[in-house]
């Protein structure tokens, strides 16, 4: 007889309370498995990822709050700063660590739904194993794989062996696995982890959920929470581009383009922040690139659909090698509610935007080819690039949470068989 699941645990080092997070995943998934009836506890980091802001400041061991009907623990972590450093690192362990640490202190679960994990070690899947908890791993990225595809650490060094073995433990001993990225098939078996290669890992029990956007939220928030600001209500067509400004975002080929559509009636708007921000600042200075705005370094989630609501073309903006499997950007599925076309500069696996013929996603060579695929978007006759509208925002639809969190549901169930 299957074990019925009633109470769940969400636990993502990087989720964040409803005012600051972005991503989303944990907090929707966590808000329609309580509209499904679960009892779900979502555990996080104390520390905003990407913020100076530290939710725990007089030594306690975590905190407990309730955000709406999300009910979310804190755990205490170490301030960091940098996205690559020691600091982040010793905060990842002493979350999974802490973590495992406090488990009785709160009811037991019956499920966890556990995004990615530690560097080299378990804790929380171990404890899950000795009493039979049903335990799901997300993969949200290409991890550990994207240290060594943006070069920032060669295959053979020994550290890379060790999170490799650690993803193939985390794979092997999970009782599902859930990736957001659509080539995860592949992946496994060019890995050959998958059983058909002699590998551990059975396909059956691999899922593949997208990101995606709360469209309730999205089209509320649009009319609710607007902005008075001269840039999004003239009358220029804009190209906005939000998220990070680091090495993988290559953002300096989007201003590159920028340079050359300098002479069109439009402006692109920049907003998120990132180890390239300033530096891009100064070389849009230096080039005099009057058309390239840099906004706001943070964006107040609730105020997203409005932004995006008065652009006339979304970016996605990445380095080669991103998207080999797939991707998962919460941004994409933001734009695509905007009901606004989208123009990335990578070729994607299993690509959302070509499938629905919502913009243009492919690799371009130059900057000037850059910047002909967002004109060919500007230039388009009005009747097809309002029909080019419609599908985004009927394709946002496809990844609606409400639906999203129907498939995660699935994979509870038929784990639990």
Not at 107 to 116: S, Y
Not at 266 to 287: A, C, F, P, T, W
Request: proline share 3%; with cysteine; hydrophobic share 40%.
């Amino acid at each position: 007889m299957a074990r019925q699941i009633k109470t769940i645990w969400i636990v993502n080092k990087y989720a964040m309370p409803p005012q600051y997070e972005s991503r989303l995943r944990a907090i929707k998934f966590a808000h329609y498995l309580v509209q499904a009836g679960y009892k779900v506890l979502v555990f996080g980091s104390s520390v905003m990822h990407n913020m100076d802001i530290n939710l725990i400041n007089d030594g306690s061991r975590y905190i407990r709050r309730q955000y709406g009907d999300i009910d979310f623990v804190h755990i205490n972590t170490k301030m960091y700063h940098k996205t690559a450093g020691l600091s982040r690192i010793i905060s990842d362990f002493q979350f999974f660590y802490r973590l495992r640490r406090y488990v009785n202190k709160f009811e037991k679960p019956d499920c966890i739904i556990q995004t990615a994990g530690p560097l080299l070690t378990n804790p929380l899947l171990k404890w899950s194993k000795k009493i039979n908890i049903l335990f799901i791993t997300e993969n949200l990225d290409v991890w550990p794989d994207d240290f060594v595809n943006f070069g920032l650490i060669s295959p053979k060094n020994p550290i890379m062996k060790l999170l490799f073995a650690q993803s193939k433990y985390n794979c092997t001993k999970a009782d599902a696995l859930v990736y957001s990225w659509s080539g995860c098939y592949d992946y496994l078996k060019e890995k050959k982890w998958d059983k058909a290669s002699g590998g551990p890992v059975d396909l059956k029990k691999v899922y593949y959920i997208n990101n995606g956007v709360d469209l309730s939220d999205f089209n509320n928030w649009k009319n609710a929470y607007r902005l008075d600001d001269a840039d999004l209500l003239s009358d220029y067509k804009k190209i906005v581009y939000l998220g990070s400004i680091r090495l993988v975002n290559n953002v300096m080929q989007l201003i590159q383009a920028a340079k050359l559509l300098s002479s069109k009636d439009v402006k692109i708007l920049i907003y998120g922040d990132g180890n390239d921000r300033e530096m891009l600042i100064q070389y849009s200075k230096q080039q005099q690139l009057h058309n390239v705005i840099f906004k706001e370094k943070w964006v107040d989630p609730k105020y997203v659909p409005f932004i995006l609501s008065q652009s006339y073309v979304n970016i996605l903006n990445y380095s080669d090698g991103f998207g080999k499997y797939g991707i998962s950007s919460s941004k994409m599925f933001q734009y695509m509610a905007s009901g606004r076309p989208i123009v990335c500069n990578i070729d994607i696996y299993d690509c959302p935007i070509t499938k629905y013929k919502i913009g243009i996603a492919k690799h371009f060579d130059s900057s000037e080819e850059y910047a002909q695929g967002i004109e060919s978007i500007l230039s388009l006759p009005e009747s097809e690039y309002k029909a080019m509208c419609k599908r985004a925002y009927d394709t946002a639809n496809e990844f609606d949470y409400k639906r999203l969190t129907d498939k995660i549901i699935n994979v509870i169930n038929t784990a639990v068989q």
